[in-house]
């Protein structure tokens, strides 16, 4: 009777672990990425971003140079999915994209029109 009761629970343990497999792990962009922008004008087709995490969610900052960082607004992450605005010279610039480990693809949007960005991750902070 004992043996069947460890049998049992040992099932049952099994069962439960099975129906809710791996455990999911949330994807952290945190860690300053070195992006480039082909197609926009010079000085402003490479820099960095660097991300952040507070109490109220991501922050991004975007920039030639660690020294020259502007703050983006409207940042919304979902998963892997990030997207921001930042003002260049009064302009809104809207950035959007995909992380995939250490590598984002995305797009840059203003009112000269769209263009592919990429950035690798250089550290975690």
Do not use: C, H, Q
Request: hydrophobic share 40%; charged share 25%; net charge negative.
């Amino acid at each position: 009777m004992f043996l069947k009761s460890i049998m049992a629970i040992s099932m049952l343990s099994i069962i439960t672990y099975a129906a809710k497999g791996e455990p999911v792990v949330k994807y952290s962009p945190v860690g300053t990425w070195e992006y480039s922008v082909p197609g926009v004008p010079e000085g402003y087709d490479t820099g960095i971003m660097v991300i952040t995490e507070n109490e109220d969610g991501l922050v991004v900052e975007v920039g030639s140079s660690r020294e020259y960082l502007m703050k983006a607004e409207k940042v919304e992450f979902d998963n892997t999915k990030l997207s921001f605005v930042v003002y260049v010279e009064y302009e809104e610039i809207r950035i959007s994209g995909e992380f995939d480990k250490e590598k984002f693809a995305g797009k840059v949007s203003y009112v000269e029109g769209e263009f592919d960005m990429t950035a690798t991750k250089l550290s975690e902070s």
